[in-house]
């Protein structure tokens, strides 16, 4: 059974422009959360993701957002990027909610 | 609102010698608590959760609900044990969510 697989591994992008990743969560899996990680304040939630609704949204602000398709695979876009928000990126899914989640490898963003 | 503790950045042990793994959290409802081990290079996977009360890897972390911690535990440190060592909440955050609160880790390095 495949893992979680999120792409692409590793971006460098320049203040001000926007990127969007991607994530493909195990197959059956409907929810799907995005972390973003930093060496200053860990894993923080950015959102959740079950049949295509946003249910639940972290503390970050709006240039962060996120969708998913119908096939469960989904995508969160940051806009105006900003240098601090270089991050590991983490994606997730779950059968159901948060309990047991299951990884990616994460995509590293580097904004300069 | 959730939140969860981990006391100690780095915790150095020499192979053989017990290792304790401090976790607290706050949390007003009934907690399930999960401990998480990201190895180097590879991705952040499960290692046990409360609910289960099982011994993974030598591993085991009992639920103290008057302490309000987790604290992880094995007897005796092996060199593969070195990774670093999050501890995590699932709480309930409506509309069918879970969200799952990191602490913000625990480097293990174990000395041969």
């Known amino acids: 059974k495949a893992g979680v697989t999120q792409t692409p591994r590793y971006l460098i992008k320049t203040r001000g422009q926007q990127v969007t990743l991607s994530c493909s969560p195990i197959?059956?899996?409907?929810?799907v959360s995005w972390y973003q990680q930093t060496p200053g304040q860990g894993l923080q939630f950015l959102f959740e993701y079950f049949s295509e609704t946003q249910r639940n949204k972290g503390n970050f602000p709006g240039r962060f957002s996120g969708r998913q398709f119908s096939n469960s695979r989904s995508e969160m876009n940051v806009s105006t990027l900003e240098l601090g928000d270089s991050a590991l990126y983490l994606c997730?899914?779950?059968?159901?909610?948060?309990?047991?989640?299951?990884f990616g490898q994460g995509t590293r963003l580097t904004v300069v | 609102a959730q939140r969860v503790t981990q006391p100690e950045k780095l915790l150095s042990v020499f192979k053989g010698a017990p290792v304790e793994l401090k976790c607290n959290y706050s949390?007003?409802?009934?907690?399930?608590l999960f401990w998480y081990v990201q190895y180097s290079r590879q991705r952040l996977q499960l290692l046990l959760r409360?609910?289960s009360r099982e011994s993974i890897k030598g591993f085991t972390a009992d639920l103290n609900k008057g302490e309000t911690s987790f604290h992880l535990k094995k007897p005796f440190a092996q060199e593969e044990d070195s990774a670093m060592y999050y501890c995590?909440?699932?709480?309930?955050?409506?509309?069918?969510?879970?969200?799952?609160?990191f602490g913000k880790g625990t480097k293990l390095s174990v000395i041969p």
């Open positions: 197959s059956g899996h409907r929810s």
């Open positions: 995590a909440l699932s709480a309930y955050s409506g509309a069918g969510s879970y969200q799952l609160t």
């Open positions: 997730a899914s779950s059968l159901a909610g948060a309990n047991e989640a299951f």
């Open positions: 949390y007003s409802g009934s907690p399930e």
């Open positions: 409360h609910i």
